[in-house]
């Protein structure tokens, strides 16, 4: 697996990026039409809460699915992952007060606690270490084609019918995911039947310490992208746009176009370098959105946030890898991953707390992001330089 020649456009391959691309998709094109559903329930003083609650779950069963995934396998816990998608997306319709959806959403959260921890483990798996950063940046346009597709497709399956129908569409675009699941092979060598005792976790299993630092660069990108999924769809209709999901149509359209040659390039030069520049245009983008006041401006600040998010994204993932136990791969992903959910549920958490439905805060909460983004290039800039002076 070390020859840059060998194919890794297999068919295990396509099926896994489609199977995440119909994954996402599945539970983003929810994230627009939820701030207006949870109004009409009566609570709309709890936005915030969305994303919150989701990614607590999911951040909580990271160390499960991390220990999971390298002892019952890659497979398992892609398909668990996805049909928790499929049962959230039913229940929705049923379960239509206040306190019933909070606890839909925490149930939901649980799928992307497990899914993206197996999907990355599964790549790393079927893909030479020397081309990694490549794998990951094309999984990656996979994930997020999903997750661009998704919010525009919800938004105009909401406009044309109603709300149960759209959740019913996220179920099936789950139930698609877990096909795709099914003709793939399992990866982990020495697979073990599922035991109720590798649900026990203990100290060892929460943190991969090897995988800290690209932990931290996690926390500090995703804190900014909790903050985009929990305001975005108010900020989009204060300036006018009708559907919520445009926003992130340029983002995903933005980060499509970099993630592969940023991949590539992380694989020659190295993950770290990749990620300063990366976090470069995290900071700008964060600062120009909370300036630009206007359609144009939005979807500008779009673009390059959809840039600096599909260079940091696959270049993190290969550099959690690069940092891994090979025999604990999952554990190490998972670490990665609980950050992410952190910066998220932190990011959509907080704002929505700050905000409380005065739209002129918006631009603040922006630029606090972008101060909290500069921090974290500031941190890997001292570390890049202290590294070198070893070498």
């Known amino acids: 697996m070390n020859n840059f020649s060998q194919k890794i456009y297999t068919n295990q391959f396509i099926y896994i990026c489609f199977s995440s691309l119909f994954f996402s998709a599945s539970y983003n094109m929810l994230i627009p039409e939820l701030p207006s559903y949870l109004s009409n329930l009566g609570g709309s003083e709890y936005k915030g809460l969305i994303i919150a609650l989701f990614t607590l779950t999911a951040g909580f069963s990271r160390p499960f699915s991390g220990k999971l995934t390298d002892t019952i396998g890659r497979k398992p816990v892609l398909i668990f992952g996805a049909f928790i998608c499929i049962i959230s997306g039913l229940f929705y319709p049923i379960l239509t007060s206040v306190c019933g959806f909070f606890f839909l959403r925490l149930i939901h959260g649980f799928s992307t606690g497990f899914s993206p921890t197996a999907i990355a483990a599964y790549v790393s798996d079927i893909i030479p270490n020397n081309r990694l950063g490549e794998a ?43 096909l795709l699941i099914l003709k793939v092979k399992e990866t982990l060598e020495n697979k073990k039947l ?104 939005l979807l500008f600040g779009a673009t390059l946030y959809g840039i600096s998010m599909g260079i940091l994204s696959p270049t993190i993932n290969a550099w ?67 590294f070198l002076k070893y070498v």
Not at 137 to 152: D, K, W
């Open 136 to 178: 990951m940046g094309i999984q990656g346009m996979c994930f997020s084609t999903g997750l661009a597709l998704g919010p525009v497709l919800g938004s105009y399956i909401k406009l044309y019918s109603n709300y149960n129908i759209l959740f019913y569409s996220s179920s099936l675009m789950a139930l698609l995911s877990v």
């Open 320 to 386: 959690t890898i690069d940092l891994s136990n090979p025999l604990t791969k999952g554990k190490s992903i998972a670490t990665m991953y609980f950050a992410l959910e952190a910066g998220i549920g932190f990011g959509a958490f907080l704002s929505g707390w700050y905000y409380s439905n005065v739209i002129e805060k918006i631009p603040q909460i922006f630029v606090t992001c972008s101060i909290v983004a500069f921090l974290g290039l500031i941190h890997i800039v001292i570390n890049k330089i202290k």
């Open 194 to 297: 599922f035991k109720f005792k590798f649900l026990t976790i203990s100290k060892s299993d929460l943190i991969a310490k090897e995988a800290l630092p690209a932990a931290y660069i996690t926390f500090v990108t995703y804190l900014s992208f909790g903050v985009i999924l929990t305001l975005i769809p108010d900020w989009s209709a204060y300036l006018g746009i009708i559907n919520k999901g445009t926003f992130f149509i340029a983002f995903t359209v933005a980060s499509l176009l970099v993630r592969l040659l940023a991949g590539k390039v992380s694989d020659i030069y190295g993950r770290k370098i990749i990620i300063i520049i990366g976090l470069i245009v995290l900071t700008i983008s964060l600062l120009l959105l909370s300036r630009l006041d206007s359609i144009n401006g």
